[in-house]
């Protein structure tokens, strides 16, 4: 049934309530959408209207509820609202406008001083948008399926109503949407009087007008809501994933399979994706790069651009591939069941949790060894997430023992250090390799059907940083030929690629060497460029540096000015009090807020240096030594001719 004709928002909701199904994506309005929609309502002369799109919605009938067991228990709460006499739809597309609706109504009515609005009491009101209570039923006016992540959330934090469940909320990504967009609204109306926040209930309610469209057949309900939701903010390709997900269970062939226990579990399973995608409100995940990186492992790479989403929603995923006897078994396809489809999900569930432990290792169980090694990976980024989330999935599977976790953990850092920031290659080496690699690690097997355990990608990361794989691995002398080059342009290890990464490392060192317990730098500090100081600095005109350098020549000095022992990683954004003082003076000084300052007490690299009486080339040569020293420990290497390396070969 379609009907053309506008309609406000007070009439939309007359003796009707709505509800977001569970294939629907959360809250995904951010400040630009929230900043267009208060200015369309803050332009609006006070007799206009506004045309605020289309919603499309499809009736639940109590009939349907309580001949399925599943979802008569989501409704359960109200059925009462069926008996007096109200119409009940789930909302296909524009949920994102009526939730905005919704948050907005709450915190009129919050902040409202009076007793009505628009000639209707305020209480009136608050149930024919908000929610309606007698004796002990309670029931959402508009709102979220009992099974979706955000329903408690929205009651209890944004509606401000007590629920049951109230301490045992998972935050996500569209719960932190919902509270933004609660507190964006509560600081607008703060700033408006009685009379303007009357007039703003009077636009939402009256002046703003939509075209609602009712449909009935459940084939086009899933159709129209991947085609729709792509306008205005597009559906992600994990929120499509959801949704095709549940249409198929819902053309699966009935037989001993209960498809209502498969589609609770993938509502389940995206609960717990989103949980973890958002758990860290610091650094939340991306949803799509999860989904990329998962199906790099699951399922075997390719390199087409967004291979994984046309794999999944346009080849894999699809109506054609799903076993039903309606289906032309002529064609070539393959064919996806009940086990599939719960294989997959079941994949996923398992992979979000390593996913978010990759990214925010200090919050994982595993031990510090491991911990330690995966926020080293993540400072040197690359191609190897795939890899690593495969075998910490298998690991949390006990399919091997800590052991051989940070084994690998530890080959696969020593093989991002060597192979990109030491021989320089370039950051896509090998990285398609790497991405089959992961698939076939997760299968167990290669592709021609041999093993593939974890020593196995041990043994592969071994020899790539081996001697003996000049072509793709290791290779010191590409570090010497690209150190040169930095020389000859006059910046030195100051500009290599690896120098923030190895610094730190160097900072780390010297950390666990000491007994003491002084300020700890976090890599936040740490890749800066400007946390790196040249201790004999680059503009040298003080007699205290001339007396000791200029003995040498211009290049020379420039050599010395860039050799690795000369950086020094700061503690802090020192280099403008610092700048080209005497080395006296960076050791210990009172800076302009009448404190001492200076390296002596700054990071353990700067404790260091301040330990030196002076600062000349000999200096400089004997810490890059002893660096380079440390880089052949700590990676396993050996360097011949350090001097050279270092650039000071005219140094005694």
């Known amino acids: 049934m379609v009907n053309n004709e506008l309609k406000t928002l007070y009439e939309i909701f007359s003796n009707s309530i709505f509800r977001i199904p569970d294939y629907q994506r959360g809250y995904a309005w951010n400040k630009n959408q929230l900043d267009d929609f208060w200015e369309d309502l803050a332009y609006m002369k006070k007799n206009n209207y506004h045309y605020t799109g ?3 919605v499809q009736k639940i009938n109590k009939e349907d509820i309580e001949t399925d067991g599943a979802k008569h228990a989501y409704w359960q709460d109200d059925l009462w609202m069926f008996e007096k006499g109200y119409n009940a739809y789930y909302v296909i597309d524009g949920q994102q406008r009526l939730t905005t609706i919704s948050i907005l109504l709450n915190e009129i009515f919050n902040q409202y001083d009076g007793d009505s609005l628009n000639f209707q009491t305020k209480d009136a009101l608050i149930e024919r948008y908000l929610h309606q209570k007698f004796k002990q039923n309670e029931s959402f ?88 939701n792509n306008r205005g903010k597009p559906l992600s390709k994990l929120e ?29 399973v995206w609960k717990t994706v989103y949980e973890y995608l958002g758990k860290n409100k610091d650094n939340p995940l991306d949803e799509n790069d999860f989904l990329r990186n998962h199906w790099i492992m699951y399922f075997r790479f390719t390199k087409e651009a967004d291979a994984y989403s ?27 069941g009940y086990d599939d489809i719960r294989e997959y999900i079941s994949s996923i569930t398992e992979s979000i949790k390593m996913w978010y432990y990759i990214s925010n290792p200090s919050f994982s169980d595993f031990n510090d060894d491991i911990k330690e090694y995966l926020e080293k990976l993540n400072r040197l980024g690359g191609a190897l997430k795939p890899l690593i989330m495969c075998a910490m ?53 290669y592709k021609n059907g041999n093993p593939c355990e974890i020593e196995d990608v041990i043994d592969r990361f071994n020899w790539l940083v081996s001697s003996e794989n000049l072509w793709t691995g290791y290779d010191f002398n590409r570090f010497n030929q690209n150190i040169e080059i930095l020389f000859k342009k006059g910046d030195g290890f100051y500009k290599w690629a690896g120098i923030n990464y190895f610094l730190y490392e160097y900072e780390l060192y010297l950390q666990k060497c000491s007994s003491e317990e002084r300020h700890r730098m976090t890599w936040n500090d740490a890749k800066k460029q400007n946390t790196i100081e040249h201790i004999y600095p680059q503009t040298a005109n003080m007699e205290c540096w001339c007396d000791k350098f200029n003995k040498f020549d211009e290049e020379q000095r420039k050599h010395i000015q860039g050799s690795l022992g000369n950086l020094l990683l700061l503690s802090g954004s020192k280099n403008s009090e610092l700048q080209n003082n005497c080395f006296e003076i960076k050791k210990k000084h009172i800076n302009n807020s009448g404190h001492n300052s200076g390296y002596f007490h700054g990071s353990y690299s ?25 880089m052949e420990k700590r990676w396993d290497i050996k360097i011949e001719n350090k001097k050279r390396l270092l650039y000071l070969d005219f140094v005694n």
């Open 310 to 336: 046309n794999f999944l929603l346009n080849k894999h995923f699809i109506v054609k591939n799903i076993m039903n006897e309606t289906i032309d078994y002529n064609e070539n396809h393959l064919i996806i």
């Open 240 to 268: 499509l994933l959801k949704n095709r997900l549940i249409y198929l269970t819902t053309i699966l062939p009935e037989d001993d399979k209960d498809n209502g226990v498969i589609r609770r579990e993938i509502n389940n």
């Open 141 to 228: 006016i508009f709102g979220y399926e009992q099974n979706n992540p955000s329903d408690n959330y929205f009651k209890t934090k944004i509606l401000d109503r007590k629920t049951l469940l109230a301490n045992q909320i998972p935050e996500t990504l569209y719960t932190s949407n919902l509270q933004y967009a609660k507190n964006y609204f509560k600081n607008k109306i703060d700033k408006l009087s009685n009379d303007e926040i009357k007039d703003l209930f009077v636009k939402v309610s009256n002046r703003l007008k939509f075209n609602l469209y009712e449909i009935d057949d459940e084939f086009d309900v899933f159709v129209t809501f991947e085609t729709m």
């Open 54 to 56: 289309l919603l499309t």
């Open 393 to 445: 999935v298998k690991y949390a599977n006990k399919e091997f023992n800590e052991e051989k976790l940070l084994e690998l953990l530890k080959v696969s850092e020593k093989f991002m250090f060597l192979v990109f920031k030491v021989t320089g290659r370039q950051s896509n080496t090998e990285r398609n390799k790497f991405y089959l690699l992961a698939n076939d690690f997760h299968n167990g097997k």
């Open 606 to 630: 700067e404790i260091e240096v301040a330990q030196y009486k002076e600062w000349t080339p000999k200096e400089v040569l004997e810490r890059g030594i002893e660096m380079l020293e440390f």
